[in-house]
């Protein structure tokens, strides 16, 4: 019983840090993100590329293995929806290295550039005057 609650404890402890909480964020965030990237590459990118190859629509070639019988279903290779898959790939890829590379950009301007110290008041530069004038004495 009483591993059981330490078991508990320390699951309760995992789940509630924010690393945890954090990926679960990213995980839905990711998922959104991934059915935006699958629309603009099949709505938006694929029918110029299409167009420009010749009017092919890549998610409709196809090479078929064996027709369909009574017995059996034709076997397809679908190699142009492979074709969008890594054109889907590369497009994620390339968003995620953007964002990166500009959060990295502006964790480093943030890294190099510390805040300036605020002036000092003006009781504060005359009580350092008096301070300085009664050391010197």
Do not use: H
């Not at 699951?11 to 840090?17: D, G, L, T």
């Not at 196809?62 to 679908?78: D, K, W, Y």
């Not at 943030?110 to 008041?121: D, F, K, L, Q, Y």
């Amino acid at each position: 019983m009483g591993c059981e609650m330490g078991v508990l404890k320390e699951f309760q402890e995992f789940a509630v840090k924010g690393n945890a909480i954090d990926l679960a964020v990213g995980v839905v965030i990711g998922a959104a993100f991934g059915k935006i990237v699958s629309s603009l590459v099949g709505d938006v990118i694929m029918p110029p590329i299409g167009v420009l190859v010749g009017g092919v629509d890549f998610s409709s070639l196809a090479v078929s293995l064996r027709e369909q019988t009574e017995a059996a279903p034709a076997v397809v290779l679908r190699y142009g929806v492979f074709i969008n898959t890594i054109i889907d790939f590369l497009i994620v890829a390339l968003a995620i290295f953007a964002m990166v590379k500009l959060i990295n950009t502006l964790r480093r301007k943030s890294e190099e550039a510390p805040p300036a110290p605020p002036e000092p008041t003006r009781e504060e530069v005359l009580l350092t005057e008096i301070r300085d004038a009664l050391l010197r004495r």
